[in-house]
């Protein structure tokens, strides 16, 4: 059973930083693509980052390209977004999704919330 566990979500002044975490078992990690997604009250899920399998591969939503880094750790199944001068517009709930190939989103984790507020 496929399970992805994201962490690192909280409460952020604008300007701030958080990296979230998202744990994986039940599936060979690296030979997953990993993604982030967030969904803010009242919009569609977005995405934020993809990562191939050996992080060679790379993609950002213009709206976070130079402030957040997508990055994984296959030696510990988890994959991470270091995210900077965060913004109020960032506040959502962020997902982690694992496909078996890039850009494609098999399986997701259950979310962690990111608020940025003063």
């Known amino acids: 059973q496929v399970q992805l566990v994201e962490s690192g979500g909280g409460l952020v002044q604008p300007g701030g930083s958080l990296r979230l975490s998202c744990a994986a078992s039940?599936?060979?990690?690296?030979?997953?693509?990993m993604s982030w997604y967030r969904q803010a009250p009242g919009k569609e899920r977005e995405l934020v980052a993809d990562i191939g399998y050996t992080a060679y591969m790379l993609n950002y939503a213009d709206s976070v390209k130079g402030r957040f880094t997508i990055s994984r750790d296959n030696s510990k199944n988890t994959v991470y977004l270091q995210m900077n001068s965060l913004k109020p517009e960032d506040t959502a709930m962020y997902y982690c999704?694992?496909?078996?190939?890039?850009?494609?989103?098999?399986?997701w984790g259950q979310g962690t919330q990111v608020t940025v507020s003063s």
């Open positions: 039940g599936l060979t990690f690296s030979s997953y693509a």
């Open positions: 999704s694992a496909g078996r190939f890039w850009k494609t989103y098999d399986f």
